[in-house]
């Protein structure tokens, strides 16, 4: 079973300052995930990328950056972090040619 | 829009009873339907997929009812067990080779004992 990893599993953050979420995954998948949960808006894909080196938008983007360095790790960045943006991230991924996504154990974001 | 929507939003059943959780979807060109659960301040995590050259998927307790004409399907989770208590998700892939999923806001069961 895959392996996901995310760093930090809590954070407090300040309005306007710079946050970064890392993700950390250990089974040589392609595909890399990040999602947000809000209560009552289920899970809303922010970033994914099927390459290193590469990223492509999700469906809710603005406000976030996505960074994916290696086929290992893949970081979402939120440059000036806002109130709206307090939720719990989710990192997962999946194999090419398999359906399955692996997440990782979330990250809980409170933006103050 | 919600492409995936999902009812109820929340329910109830009693230990032994039939869960019914519904879902459709609006795109027809979706080609993959997972079924992800999340407990409590976990992750969610895979619990049955069905495409649409099915209309029936079956694992154990649980089944996905497919009715691609209405752009319909439904979880059915039979002698429901108070640990079936999570919130469900229903998933839709679009065609194509991203892998993207898209949620609905999930239904919520809670098992009585």
């Known amino acids: 079973e895959a392996a996901v990893t995310q760093s930090p599993r809590s954070k407090v953050a300040v309005t306007g300052g710079k946050v970064t979420l890392s993700c950390h995954q250990t089974?040589?998948?392609?595909?890399m995930y990040w999602y947000r949960q809000d209560t009552g808006h289920g899970l809303r894909l922010i970033h994914y990328s099927y390459v290193a080196d590469s990223t492509e938008k999700g469906d809710i983007p603005d406000g976030y950056k996505a960074s994916r360095p290696s086929q290992e790790n893949f970081s979402l960045i939120l440059e000036l972090a806002s109130l709206s943006q307090t939720a719990v991230y989710f990192c997962?991924?999946?194999?090419?040619?398999?359906?399955?996504?692996?997440f990782g154990p979330g990250t809980r974001l409170l933006v103050l | 829009q919600q492409q995936v929507r999902q009812s109820p939003q929340s329910l109830t059943v009693w230990e032994g009873e039939t869960a019914i959780l519904n879902c459709s979807y609006e795109d027809s060109t979706f080609d993959y339907f997972p079924w992800y659960w999340q407990f409590p301040r976990e992750s969610p995590a895979l619990l049955i997929a069905?495409?649409?050259?099915?209309n029936k998927k079956e694992d154990g307790r649980f089944t996905i009812f497919f009715n691609k004409r209405e752009k319909k399907l439904s979880l059915h989770i039979t002698d429901s067990q108070p640990g079936d208590s999570a919130t469900y998700f229903c998933a839709a892939r679009p065609t194509g080779n991203t892998g993207k999923l898209i949620f609905g806001l999930g239904t919520t069961l809670q098992v009585q004992p």
């Open positions: 997962a991924s999946s194999a090419t040619g398999q359906d399955t996504q692996y």
């Open positions: 089974n040589n998948h392609d595909y």
């Open positions: 069905i495409r649409p050259v099915s």
